[in-house]
């Protein structure tokens, strides 16, 4: 049984930054595919950026390139989602997620391709 606990949400104007953890218990960050979701109030699920196990593939959405940077602390068993220059836009509830499996590259993008989800943490971006 896989348990993460995301924290780190709040309120921010546009321009300001933003951390996010993502805590783990019953397995170690370090063995595991990670990433984020967000879903914003009437929209779908979208796939923010996830990072393999290894460290060697790091992905992220075209929206959030250069502003998001997904890292772990394996000391920690955290993942951390660094947000800056936020924009209103990025307001929506933000989901970390993770694999008990190596999740191939062309389906990090598919939410159900990952097993276990964290309940969300709120991100609002005020203009």
């Known amino acids: 049984q896989v348990q993460l606990v995301e924290s780190g949400g709040g309120l921010v104007q546009a321009g300001g930054s933003l951390r996010l953890s993502c805590a783990a218990s019953?397995?170690?960050?370090?063995?595991?595919?990670t990433g984020w979701f967000r879903q914003a109030p009437g929209k779908e699920r979208e796939f923010v950026g996830a990072?393999?196990?290894?460290?060697?593939?790091?992905d992220y959405t075209d929206s959030v390139k250069g502003r998001f940077t997904i890292s772990r602390d394996s000391a920690k068993n955290t993942v951390y989602l660094q947000m800056n220059s936020l924009k209103p836009e990025d307001t929506a509830v933000y989901y970390c997620?993770?694999?008990?499996?190596?999740?191939?590259?062309?389906?990090?993008?598919?939410?159900?391709?990952?097993?276990?989800w964290g309940q969300g943490t709120q991100v609002t971006v005020s203009s």
């Open positions: 997620v993770a694999a008990p499996f190596s999740v191939p590259y062309t389906s990090w993008k598919t939410a159900t391709s990952w097993a276990y």
């Open positions: 019953g397995r170690t960050f370090s063995s595991s595919d």
């Open positions: 990072r393999a196990w290894s460290g060697n593939i790091i």
